[in-house]
């Protein structure tokens, strides 16, 4: 059984910045970041495919944000700069063992992490 591990979340001002990690218990097809805010579905942020570096963002977060891995930790992470209010949410690691799918769609990842939570305050 999968498991990942996250860390890095925090409370941060308006244009401030943080990391996210996420560690995997194992290797991985392919890993992603989501979110959720509080009454709003869960949408992926960012993904990547692991070993390949091919990477993908939202709009809402490309030239802010960047994921990168560090395949022999078997670690991703989401550098996120320039954040705002409405980045405030919670986190939360995917991963894939085959990867088919959307990269944006949370039906294909096989794994969660528990999820950590980003707050930006105005």
């Known amino acids: 059984q999968e498991q990942l591990v996250e860390s890095g979340g925090g409370s941060v001002q308006a244009g401030g910045s943080l990391e996210l990690s996420c560690t995997a218990s194992?290797?991985?097809?392919?890993m992603g970041w989501f979110r959720q805010a509080p009454g709003k579905e869960r949408e992926g942020v960012a993904a990547?495919?692991?070993?390949?570096?091919?990477?993908f963002y939202a709009d809402s977060v490309e030239g802010r944000f960047t994921i990168s891995e560090d395949n022999a930790k078997n670690t991703m992470y989401l550098q996120m700069n320039s954040l705002t209010p409405e980045d405030t949410a919670m986190y939360y690691c995917?991963?894939?063992?085959?990867?088919?799918?959307?990269?944006?769609?949370?039906?294909?990842?096989?794994?969660w992490g528990q999820g950590t939570q980003v707050t930006v305050s105005s």
């Open positions: 995917a991963a894939a063992l085959e990867f088919g799918g959307v990269w944006r769609e949370a039906t294909s990842y096989n794994y």
């Open positions: 194992a290797r991985t097809a392919f």
């Open positions: 990547i495919f692991t070993g390949r570096g091919n990477k």
